[in-house]
């Protein structure tokens, strides 16, 4: 099995920045993507970026608008979520999420199943005006 937990959170003022974590622990070999979703008051869940371990990171231009940057700490099992420039909004939620196969019962090396996904707790992130 595969967790994941936030961290990173916290209050801002607009115009500043806010460096979010997500370590991975447990079937880590059986990572293959990692990323960040958040959820404001009242909507829905959306995506906001992710980083393939064989591909590079993708964005949601609409969220990100060129201001966000996600990278990777093998060492650590961990992503991070680097948001600058943030503007004004209520508290959104921050969610980790890692697509992730099943460690296989008798080959510790090998990976099987389709890939799910893992989420964390969430982390809230305020941008006061």
């Known amino acids: 099995q595969v967790q994941v937990a936030e961290s990173g959170g916290g209050s801002v003022q607009a115009g500043g920045s806010v460096r979010l974590s997500c370590a991975a622990s447990g079937d880590t070999i059986c990572i293959s993507a990692m990323g960040w979703y958040r959820q404001a008051p009242g909507k829905d869940r959306e995506f906001v970026a992710a980083?393939?371990?064989?591909?590079?990171?993708?964005y949601n231009s609409r969220v990100a608008k060129g201001r966000f940057t996600i990278s990777r700490d093998e060492s650590t099992n961990s992503v991070h979520l680097q948001m600058d420039k943030l503007t004004p909004n209520a508290t959104v939620v921050y969610y980790c999420?890692?697509?992730?196969?099943?460690?296989?019962?008798?080959?510790?090396?090998?990976?099987?199943?389709?890939?799910?996904?893992?989420w964390g707790q969430g982390t809230p992130v305020t941008v006061s005006s």
């Open positions: 999420d890692a697509k992730n196969r099943a460690l296989s019962s008798v080959d510790s090396n090998r990976c099987v199943e389709e890939a799910v996904d893992t």
């Open positions: 980083l393939a371990w064989s591909g590079g990171p993708t």
